[in-house]
């Protein structure tokens, strides 16, 4: 007789197609510093958004029609648009072609296309190649830089609507281009291990950036702030994660901001200008690493004055004020709509370390408001 | 899927990760909702403020508690269900361990089962992270059978409550939904299906003492076959029944296993006469095994007498009516191939087939070992319409082979006559 259990129901949801290969990946495709020319030319693109148009029909032009299939789903595939989670490919599937399976032209392509988005791509880097360094150190196979995915959604356009997916084990890049508008959110990312880490020579931190910010938004507050922005409850994660995975719908996630009571913490607008810049600069570590077409407006919206009069600051954890490197600590962001939260986890791999787990959303944009 | 996690050397190392969450399964029926909630460890642990070494060591009773005061079904007047905590136990699953408690919820005198709002702070009293997801796996009134269950919705930090409302459907819905059941059951039945086609193969024969002969007349063949037919509908319409209503059951394994026995018999039957004449005894008495078989089928869906009632008829309907379309498909054929010279040859190879395959089941149904052949033979069973047009295939093969044959001897009496 058959019989469903909990997880192999989610099993059986979340993995549609079979992940059978093991990272076939090296450094080389993490740090992108030697990989091989994608042949794509857009010296002749003016904008950002051209640039990311003509990199993305590059990318898709390096591909054989098969892998063009599954690299470049219809934009009314909504369903693929939300598969996107913070954990292993292995365990839940992903839109779009793996990296690892794709010729280095095609990879080199692929990055070049992330980078025409992205003003800095340390982290996108780095959170690739921490996955290299767990599959060396512990994790195994299911770990690594090959194993991570990209798609481009619809037809690349300067004017209809198009979006691009990059992610795997903790990353996702969901980038939609509505009307020529890119909108970047939502925006996964986590690392472990959090501290610095070397691979083939190279070092590595990506999320220390974000991750100090955050604690010194906390740092500079009065011990008053501190624990009237103290959250009771625990977090072992972010609040509002992959929760629309696979729905096709932002439903699930917009229900899960908090609203009424639940929205509380320290209004940033009672916090000196100081303390305000404190939190801009913690804002900018997520949203900034966008193309500054995509990005300027964004942080415009969300540190006006006005924003930060709905704008709160919270922290939550055992500790006396925010501590990342004990598991359990959390800090949030939370305005009319930015909503930016990193939850320090336990280790999996890296046993008795925190790791990182962040998500940066948009309450009103996420996948430009097409979901 | 843990092949594919144990071979990314994930399945330790996956236990620590938090997949997703608290996993509740509705089973809703007329009196009561048999909930299965299965919380990760982890989660649990995280949600009591302990750690799960503390929670391992756990009374059963102490956990009992913590549900009942937990989680609650309320009617719409706010009045709350009845709850039993039934077994109490960690399972290991796909993403690591869970706690998993078997709850039974009734309603309060004059309520519905079918209607109720679910409150579940276990995990979220603490959690804020903390995501619960809610399926219906059981609801026959809404033809929800159990293979696929439906998620009915998400409780989390801002949403513990849910209104559940299953009172759609009626009882003309529940009979179509046991219906379908009772075709699919034996549509997939591999195994219940190779014993009748055994019986069958050799249903058209007549037989010398201990070995098959030529063909019987037509009308000896089709009577055999509907004494055959009848006497299986009968033995597992009868236990089919005692297992729904009274609740008979034998143990598994047990029956699975004498089910592979009886295919077994039925093979070696079709090979060389074992009980010549008495196929419908047999027929009937292996039929009693099958219809206990049946009857875990109808186990979940918390009926009161009338539904079950219905349901029992539905689905023994459902059973008998794709008996009859097999039968159809396939009688004909055999009774037409049984006068044909190499029917030998046809009726030892699948009785061949099915005493290896009937072997490898109880083998696996008494070791309790799985063999890549199961997997097989629900593949071909689901292909099965192609038994059905290979042997019209073969009838039409063998006409044309004894035609030539016949067009053949024609021309050679015709060659020896001018000679």
Not at chain 2, 135 to 141: A, E, G, K, T
């Amino acid at each position: 007789m058959k019989t469903v259990s909990a997880m192999m129901l989610f099993a059986v949801a979340a993995c549609s197609g079979t992940d059978t290969s093991t990272s076939t990946s090296t450094a080389d495709a993490a740090s992108g510093s030697d990989a091989a020319s994608s042949g794509v030319d857009c010296t002749s693109a003016t904008t950002a958004l051209d640039k990311a148009v003509c990199q993305a029909n590059g990318f898709l032009a390096t591909l054989s029609s098969t892998e063009r299939t599954t690299a470049n789903p219809a934009l009314t595939d909504t369903a693929s648009r939300t598969r996107w989670s913070n954990l292993p490919t292995g365990m839940v599937t992903r839109a779009g072609i793996k990296m690892g399976s794709l010729s280095s032209t095609s990879q080199a392509a692929a990055l070049e296309l992330m980078a025409a988005v992205l003003t800095d791509t340390t982290d996108l880097t780095g959170v690739r190649a921490a996955d290299d360094y767990l599959a060396a150190n512990g994790g195994g196979g299911g770990y690594g830089a090959g194993l991570y995915y990209v798609a481009v959604f619809g037809t690349p356009s300067t004017t209809a609507n198009w979006a691009i997916m990059f992610g795997g084990h903790h990353m996702a890049y969901n980038i939609t281009f509505v009307g020529g508008v890119g909108y970047p959110t939502p925006n996964h990312l986590g690392v472990e291990p959090k501290a610095a880490f070397t691979l083939n020579g190279v070092t590595y931190e990506p999320l220390t950036d974000e991750g100090n910010a955050m604690v010194a938004i906390f740092q500079s507050m009065s011990s008053t702030d501190v624990s009237s922005s103290h959250l009771s409850g625990t977090f072992s994660d972010v609040v509002v994660g992959p929760v629309e995975y696979a729905t096709g719908s932002s439903t699930a996630s917009k229900a899960k901001f908090p609203t009424g009571t639940n929205r509380t913490g320290v209004l940033v607008s009672s916090l000196s200008s100081t303390q305000q810049a404190l939190v801009t600069a913690a804002i900018e570590a997520w949203v900034s690493d966008f193309d500054a077409t995509i990005s300027s407006s964004l942080v415009t919206d969300y540190t006006s004055a006005t924003a930060y009069q709905d704008t709160y600051v919270a922290w939550a954890g055992s500790s006396s004020s925010p501590d990342v490197d004990v598991s359990g600590t959390y800090m949030r962001i939370d305005g009319p709509r930015v909503w930016i939260e990193v939850a320090c986890q336990g280790g999996i791999v890296i046993q008795g370390k925190t790791h990182y787990h962040t998500i940066y959303r948009d309450k009103m944009y996420d996948y430009g408001n097409t979901l | 899927m843990v092949a594919l996690l144990v071979g990314l050397g994930l399945s330790r190392r996956a236990a620590a990760h938090d997949v997703r969450g608290e996993v509740i399964f509705l089973d809703v029926g007329e009196q009561a909702v048999e909930v299965e909630l299965s919380v990760p460890m982890f989660q649990l642990a995280l949600a009591r403020r302990q750690s799960i070494e503390q929670l391992t060591a756990a009374p059963r009773e102490e956990l009992a508690a913590d549900v009942r005061g937990s989680v609650a079904l309320r009617d719409r007047s706010g009045r709350p269900f009845g709850l039993e905590v039934g077994t109490v136990s960690v399972q290991q699953q796909e993403a690591g361990p869970a706690m998993v408690f078997a709850l039974r919820f009734t309603p309060p005198r004059g309520a519905s089962a079918r209607w109720f709002e679910l409150a579940d702070e276990l995990v979220l009293r603490t959690v804020v992270n903390g995501n619960v997801y809610v399926f219906v796996r059981r609801d026959l009134q809404n033809a929800v059978l159990g293979d696929s269950p439906t998620l009915v919705g998400t409780l989390h930090y801002q949403q513990r409550r849910l209104t559940v409302d299953r009172t759609a459907g009626d009882r003309r819905t529940s009979l179509i939904a046991a219906f379908h059941l009772g075709l699919d059951h034996i549509r997939e039945g591999t195994d219940h299906l190779m014993f009748l086609l055994m019986l069958l193969v050799v249903a058209p024969l007549a037989h010398a003492r201990r070995a098959w002969s030529t063909a019987a007349t037509a009308r000896r063949g089709l009577l055999r076959t509907a004494g055959i037919a009848t006497a299986f509908t009968l033995g597992h319409s009868l236990t089919l029944a005692l297992g729904a209503v009274a609740g008979l059951a034998l143990p598994t394994r047990f029956v699975e296993s004498a089910i592979a026995i009886s295919i077994l018999v039925s093979a070696i039957h079709a090979w060389r006469p074992v009980f010549a004449g008495k196929e419908p005894l047999i027929a009937g008495g292996f039929g009693l095994i099958h219809g206990l078989a049946f009857a875990t089928a109808l186990s979940g869906f918390g009926f009161d007498t009338p539904s079950l009632v219905l349901a029992l008829l539905g689905f023994n309907l459902g059973v008998e009516a794709m008996q009859l379309v097999i039968i159809a498909l396939t009688v004909p054929s055999l009774m037409m191939l049984a006068r044909r010279r190499g029917y030998a040859v046809l009726r030892r190879g699948a009785a061949a087939i099915a005493m290896a395959a009937s072997a490898v089941w109880l083998f696996e149904r008494l070791s309790g070992v799985t063999t890549p052949l199961s997997a097989v033979l629900d593949r071909a069973a689901r292909h099965g319409v192609w038994l059905a047009v290979g042997l019209a295939g073969l009838v039409v093969l063998s006409f044309a082979w004894s035609r030539r044959g016949r067009s053949l001897r024609t021309v050679a009496w015709a060659a020896r006559e001018s000679l």
